[in-house]
């Protein structure tokens, strides 16, 4: 079904953010016009700005819905969705092609059973300090949705899983599967495929230094591409 456009008319409540207006839109499906229409659809959890699901354009930038306070947009308030993911229905979209390739870099810790482990490895409280801070991607998709490189004509896995990455092979245990990360890395739709526009950093909702991220795991792909070059015995023909 093609796209198209609906105008709404939303009474202002002091404190409203986009999410309480979409509410209102919800509630009394009319449009401005006075023509009834079905309600929005959108998707969201936490409102606190924790959980990156209602992640959307606002005026023509990717943020998220909850923390979007009415007062502070300029109206009228245009609101698209995203536009990097397929659309589901109205400002819901599928964000697999993120999920997937979270997936194809291992970013998760493993672990040896359920069982209770003991205490993990120490860490420096100045590791600790940084890898926090990459630790608080919400995987909204807001530097996916900014990023030139990232289209359907392209595999570019984006800024939020190359962060990803450099947060698990800095952990003691997740170190243990560097190499296969920095490989997925190194792959198809991997940190060769980024062109530096740096307007993923600018929209992080939780101002994630994701362009230093970059930048460290370009060295750490060369460094491992280098070692690996010369690793490999001569082979006669």
């Known amino acids: 079904m093609a796209s198209y456009w609906q105008d709404f008319e939303v009474p202002f409540t002091p404190g409203m953010n986009v999410l ?8 009394n499906p009319v449009t401005a016009g006075g023509q009834a229409t079905t309600a929005v659809v959108w998707e969201s959890s936490c409102l606190e700005e924790v959980c990156g699901a209602c992640s959307m354009r606002i005026n023509g ?6 923390s979007a306070l009415v007062e502070h947009l300029p109206q009228p308030i245009t609101i698209e969705p995203m536009s990097k993911f397929p659309v589901v229905r109205d400002l819901l979209v599928d964000r697999s092609r993120m999920f997937n390739s979270l997936r194809k870099v291992k970013a ?9 482990l003991g ?3 120490r860490q420096s409280p100045k590791d600790q ?31 939020a899983i190359i962060s990803q990455v450099r947060l698990f092979n800095a952990h003691p245990t997740g170190a243990l599967h560097k190499h296969r990360r920095i490989e997925a890395l190194m792959g198809p739709g991997g940190i060769a495929d980024c062109g530096n526009a740096q307007n993923c950093v600018r929209v992080c909702p939780k101002e994630i230094p994701l362009t230093q991220s970059i930048s460290e795991m370009g060295r750490q792909t060369a460094k491992y591409a280098i070692k690996r070059f010369f690793a ?4 006669e023909m």
């Open 61 to 66: 930038v990717p943020r998220q819905g909850c």
């Open 108 to 116: 998760w810790i493993p672990i040896d059973g359920t069982y209770d």
């Open 129 to 159: 300090s940084w890898m926090y801070v990459l630790s608080r991607c919400m995987t909204c998709g807001c530097c996916l949705d900014a990023c030139p490189q990232v289209n359907d004509k392209s595999e570019f896995m984006g800024a």
């Open 20 to 27: 309480s207006a979409l509410t209102e839109i919800r509630r």
């Open 119 to 121: 205490p993990g490895p």
């Open 232 to 235: 490999k015995p001569d082979v």
